[in-house]
Every structure is written in structure tokens, then in C-alpha cells.
């Protein structure tokens, strides 16, 4: 007896590479999830960590990857008179929903989860693609190609 006649042999093909679009609202999206959980962290009173990949060597000098943390920002704020806003922020600038207005108002901190997942709503809808896009674009234009012509000496 075969043994390739034991296995369940089918013609399986990968997922498409994603779009520009498709991996831009991935990044917000993760980026609203963790505004959210820190959010909640802050109404239940816990801290919250997030931690991102380092390597480190270790004590015989090798070395490995280790979970380090680090800092996240909050995305609201309180003004002056006591009102609570949520900015989105893409490239370390607020990101506009509409002409002019770039953040949500907020009545206390716990209706700021259920926000967040309206908004990742949207983002998941395709509303805000034409507001990413823009930033997305803004952001590159502060980028210079590098030149292609060495200097001569």
C-alpha cells in the first residue's frame, strides 16, 4: 500500500497578498485595539503593559529575543472646560474624520471603549479610507529618496 494514497491530497492555493488599503486599516485597527484595552485597563484601575520584541544577549553572550515594554500613548485627552475628546493618530498627527475635525467628544472615560469599537467599525467598512489615504500620503512626502549618484572626491 502507497502511503501518498493514506494522505488527503487536495490542490490548495494561498490568500492573495493584501492591499496598501487592507494593511493600512490592519495598522489602525491594532492601533485602536490597544487603545481600547488600555482604556478599559484605566476604568478597571490595572496597569497596562504592552511589550514589543527585543533581543538582548544573555549572561553566557548569546543572543535571544525577550519581550521588553514600552510606552503607549493615550489617544484622549480632557481640554480645559472638562470636555473628553479620542484623536486617531497616524504618523504622530491627529487624523482628520471629516474637513476640520479631527477628534470625537467623549462624555467620561467609560463610554470610550464602545467609541473605539464603533470607530474600528468604520475603518473595517472602508469609511475612513479616503482620510487614510491622505495621511498615508502626507507621511511619505516628509521622505526623501535617496539619491542614486555618489559624490566624487
Keep these: 500500500m502507497s502511503i501518498l494514497k ?62 521588553a515594554p514600552r510606552h503607549v500613548r493615550k489617544g484622549w485627552f480632557t481640554d480645559a472646560a472638562g470636555k473628553m475628546f479620542f484623536q486617531m493618530r497616524y504618523g504622530g498627527k491627529p487624523l482628520e474624520f471629516t474637513k476640520g475635525m479631527n477628534a470625537v467628544e467623549v462624555e467620561n472615560l467609560a463610554e470610550l471603549p464602545s467609541l473605539i469599537a464603533s470607530i474600528v467599525e468604520a475603518i473595517s467598512a472602508g469609511e475612513l479610507d479616503p482620510q487614510l489615504n491622505a495621511a498615508r500620503d502626507a507621511r511619505r512626502a516628509n521622505f526623501k529618496p535617496k539619491s542614486k549618484t555618489a559624490t566624487a572626491r
Design 6 to 67: 493514506t494522505l488527503k491530497l487536495t490542490a490548495a492555493t494561498r490568500n492573495a497578498p493584501l492591499t496598501p488599503e487592507q494593511m493600512l486599516r490592519g495598522k489602525l485597527v491594532r492601533y485602536l485595539n490597544e487603545q481600547k484595552a488600555l482604556a478599559e485597563a484605566e476604568i478597571s484601575g490595572t496597569p497596562f503593559v504592552a511589550t514589543k520584541k527585543v533581543t538582548r544577549k544573555n549572561a553566557e553572550g548569546e543572543n535571544i529575543r525577550v519581550d
